[in-house]
């Protein structure tokens, strides 16, 4: 692990039995880190962060990553945000380049963030419970356990 100039941590583990690279982007946030009025917030923006990087829009981006073979995930977990690369090494610098496009200026219009709250809204609709998420809520008596991961119709108005 090393520390960069920033503060941010740079973690590489080198596997030479594969042909691909992983990068990752790991943010201390969600429902861990969020007081009642913020919860969900954690959760909009990891959505936003993929909708304009580095000036590139969501398709766009979409297309890029599909014409080096990539795959991209975005998940907001109780206590970090994760954003993944996964590429054939071949193709790391494109892939650099493309995560490291998440962390450049960005600004969003509010056209964009109600449609990621349209979306967010929808998932809230039909989120059940996941076995995981059950377990801790019984597990873990602490009312973070409790806290949605995407907050709620009245936070996200």
């Known amino acids: 692990m090393t520390k960069l100039k920033n503060g941010m941590e740079l973690i590489c583990a080198p596997n030479p039995k594969t042909e691909f690279c992983s990068f990752a982007l790991f943010f201390r946030a969600g429902a861990f880190y969020e007081t009642g009025g913020k919860r969900g917030i954690s959760h909009l923006i990891q959505n936003l962060l ?3 990087c580095n000036g590139v829009s969501k398709p766009d981006l979409y297309y890029a990553v599909e014409s080096i073979g990539a795959e991209v995930r975005a998940k907001t977990h109780r206590d970090f945000v994760s954003i993944e690369i996964t590429v054939l090494s071949e193709y790391f610098s494109q892939a650099f380049d493309m995560i490291y496009g998440i962390l450049s200026p960005f600004s969003w219009k509010e056209q ?3 449609e990621q709250v349209k979306i967010i809204k929808k998932y809230i609709d039909l989120k059940q419970e996941t076995f995981s998420e059950e377990m801790e809520r019984l597990y873990f008596h602490h ?5 949605g991961i995407m907050g709620t119709y009245e936070i996200l108005d």
């Open 143 to 147: 009312p973070k356990y409790n806290a």
């Open 50 to 52: 993929l909708m304009n």
């Open 112 to 114: 964009e963030i109600q």
